[in-house]
């Protein structure tokens, strides 16, 4: 049975929610089989699917087609989809809009959007139109300009109460869990213990709710940058490598393919063709 935010929200202090992203069908099928709490179709898509050196060119139709396959692939787990840059950003109505379109058309659990107190008249309208919404604050992605880069959030005064105020916030406008990304982690703890929504963390330390991981990252699919609060589960990179120069080599001295990757043909039917 596929879990809801009502499942989630009674772990809050309890046991801590699981939540990695996926962009596809069959990643979708074995993080589900897995046991993972919650997926998460990430705007990242943009970075690490489709090669683009941030997020701010990922639409409305690159989730909905990503959400889709992943749908059709969780079985239990809660899918939460991103909406992209400028998604929601100039009005109430094309937030309602998008957030719909995505739900209708993916039939996911859930959308998530990112910034604080100045969009919560948006996520205040699409929880009003019956969609459950994770808001994004501290280091938010699309906002990458603005912020000056991809730095931690909330480590002076002035960012620590705004994070503070942001979380109050969009939490008063009806989001059930609230995403921290790059926050001091007693600051992140001070957000969840004031907080009746889940806070999941990414780079926010020990003390959220739940964690969330972009899935390539913790698998090692690159041997490229890292970000700190990244912990690498595997080295897949470093197996794909093997095993596609492998594939080269044995194609290059004819090993590949061998007998037992071949069919046959009888040799009387094979002589009546000369």
Same mark, same amino acid.
């Given at each position: 049975m596929r879990k809801s935010i009502y499942d989630l929200l009674s772990r809050k202090g309890t046991c801590p929610v699981s939540m990695l992203t996926a962009y596809d069908y069959h990643t979708a099928c074995t993080i589900d089989e897995a046991g993972i709490d919650m997926i998460l179709v990430g705007d990242s898509l943009g970075n690490v699917m489709l090669g683009y050196e941030n997020t701010l060119a990922v639409t409305v139709e690159d989730m909905i087609h990503h959400g889709k396959a992943v749908c059709r692939g969780a079985k239990e787990a809660m899918v939460v989809i991103d909406m992209p840059f400028m998604s929601y950003q100039?009005?109430?109505? =094309?937030?309602?809009r998008n957030a719909g379109r995505i739900v209708k058309?993916?039939?996911?659990?859930?959308?998530? %959007?990112e910034g604080g107190a100045e969009y919560a008249d948006r996520i205040k309208a699409i929880v009003q139109a019956g969609i459950p919404v994770v808001a994004h604050i501290g280091l938010t992605p699309q906002s990458v300009n #603005?912020? @000056? @880069?991809?730095?931690?959030q909330g480590k002076s005064l002035e960012q620590a109460q705004k994070l503070l105020s942001d979380a109050k916030a969009v939490e008063e406008a009806g989001a059930f869990a609230i995403t921290l990304e790059c926050v001091p982690e007693a600051l992140a703890k001070m957000i969840t213990e004031q907080s009746k929504a889940l806070t999941i963390g990414i780079g926010a330390g020990r003390f959220c709710d739940g964690q969330v991981l972009v899935y390539? =990252? %913790?698998? @090692? /699919?690159?041997? @490229? /940058?890292?970000?700190?609060?990244?912990?690498?589960?595997? =080295?897949?990179? #470093?197996?794909?490598?093997? #095993? /596609?120069?492998?594939?080269? $080599?044995?194609? $290059?001295?004819?090993? /590949?393919p061998a007998e037992e990757q071949t069919f046959k043909i009888s040799d009387d039917v094979l002589e009546k063709l000369y």
């Open positions: 100039a009005s109430v109505e =094309d937030a309602v058309e993916t039939n996911c659990q859930a959308v998530k %959007m #603005a912020l @000056g @880069g991809y730095k931690v390539q =990252d %913790m698998l @090692g /699919f690159t041997n @490229g /940058f890292t970000p700190k609060f990244v912990k690498k589960y595997a =080295d897949l990179h #470093a197996v794909m490598l093997q #095993a /596609f120069r492998q594939y080269k $080599e044995e194609c $290059e001295q004819r090993t /590949f």
